[in-house]
């Protein structure tokens, strides 16, 4: 079992760059399949990027693809998302998420078993 907890999020300007981090507790982290979703306001949860074991493959969702950056630290037991050039439509409350193992539908919110707690990034135009 693993444990969530992501920072980073806050109140940004359009065109602004922004980090957000993602701390695992729990066994095995290396053993997870890391991903990244978001939530827009009065919106459903959306596939915003995907990581597996020693990053062998990242996926993106295409509409954020060249602006944002998925990352693992195994060492540190980490996740990160670097968003540049960000938009209005960015405003959300940014997920966390893992599964054990490498499988099918890593886009899927259905596909994972852990979640934190999420972290709000607004952008202000």
């Known amino acids: 079992q693993v444990q969530l907890a992501e920072s980073g999020g806050k109140l940004v300007q359009a065109g602004d760059s922004l980090t957000l981090s993602c701390a695992a507790s729990g066994q095995s982290f290396n053993n997870y399949v890391m991903g990244w979703f978001r939530q827009p306001p009065g919106k459903e949860r959306e596939f915003v990027a995907a990581i597996v074991l020693g990053a ?9 693809k060249g602006r ?32 054990e193992g490498v499988g099918s539908a890593i886009d899927r919110v259905e ?13 202000s135009s």
């Open 56 to 64: 062998a493959t990242i996926i993106y969702n295409d509409s954020m």
């Open 111 to 123: 596909s994972y078993d852990y979640w934190g707690q999420g972290t709000q990034v607004t952008v």
């Open 68 to 99: 944002f950056t998925i990352s693992r630290d195994d060492a540190k037991n980490a996740v990160s998302l670097q968003m540049k050039s960000l938009q209005r439509e960015d405003t959300g409350v940014y997920y966390c998420a893992a599964r």
